[in-house]
């Protein structure tokens, strides 16, 4: 059974910085392409950064290029996302996501974590 | 970059309804667009991926179709565990992906 599970959220301070980790389980990690996805409060979803399996190829959204940076341990079957200089708009339950096996599943997001929530706050 | 609008924004029903849900592209994606339910609390869950293929373990009673511009999900039949948001998502620019904004599906 594919497992994700996210830790590392927490309440920071306006241009702070924090890292949060994604242990995989399940599966052969090295063997997927890795999604962050985030929610804002009450709002809709928000494709953050995505990361190649062997992290040699990075995406990230507009909005959080320059300040975030995805990364991934294949041996240690952990995703990151490296957080930096926050604002308001960065506060939202982060997911991490993996795609589908299949051809057409590949560009879908199958399995999902529980989120871990990131609060920008004085 | 591809923009998703998705309509409407919430949606009141009852238990037997059948329901439509649109997500229109700001340029053709082809079939490239997957589907989400999400309840309060919990993480969004795969229903349709590439258009129109069902995703294992959710009822028939969900279909997608569509493809370029327009697309639709349709719920027949509305249960109880239907009622939460939708999120479509297009994947024609992947590893880049857009979410449309969500359709809130509330019990009338």
């Known amino acids: 059974e594919v497992q994700l599970l996210e830790s590392g959220g927490d309440l920071v301070q306006p241009g702070g910085s924090l890292r949060l980790s994604c242990a995989a389980s399940?599966?052969?990690?090295?063997?997927?392409?890795m999604y962050w996805v985030r929610q804002a409060p009450g709002k809709g979803l928000e494709w953050v950064a995505s990361?190649?399996?062997?992290?040699?190829?990075?995406y990230y959204a507009d909005s959080v290029k320059g300040r975030f940076t995805i990364s991934r341990d294949n041996p240690k079957y952990t995703l990151y996302l490296q957080i930096n200089s926050v604002g308001a708009g960065d506060t939202a339950v982060y997911y991490c996501?993996?795609?589908?096996?299949?051809?057409?599943?590949?560009?879908?997001?199958?399995?999902w974590g529980q989120g871990t929530l990131v609060t920008v706050s004085s | 970059d591809i923009q998703m609008t998705q309509s409407p924004s919430s949606l009141s029903a009852s238990v037997g309804d059948r329901v439509t849900i649109t997500c229109r592209a700001s340029?053709?994606?082809?079939?490239?667009l997957n589907w989400y339910q999400q309840k309060p609390g919990q993480a969004p869950r795969l229903l349709i991926y590439?258009?129109?293929n069902l995703q294992s373990g959710v009822p028939s009673r969900f279909s997608g179709s569509g493809s370029g511009t327009d697309f639709t999900l349709t719920i027949g039949n509305l249960q109880l565990e239907d009622f939460a948001s939708y999120f479509c998502?297009?994947?024609?620019?992947?590893?880049?992906?857009?979410f449309g904004q969500g359709t809130k599906l509330e019990i009338k």
């Open positions: 996501a993996k795609a589908g096996e299949s051809l057409k599943l590949l560009r879908a997001f199958v399995d």
């Open positions: 399940g599966f052969t990690f090295s063997d997927f392409a």
């Open positions: 990361i190649s399996r062997n992290a040699d190829t990075t």
């Open positions: 340029q053709s994606i082809g079939s490239h």
């Open positions: 590439d258009t129109s």
């Open positions: 998502q297009q994947s024609h620019g992947a590893p880049m992906y857009t």
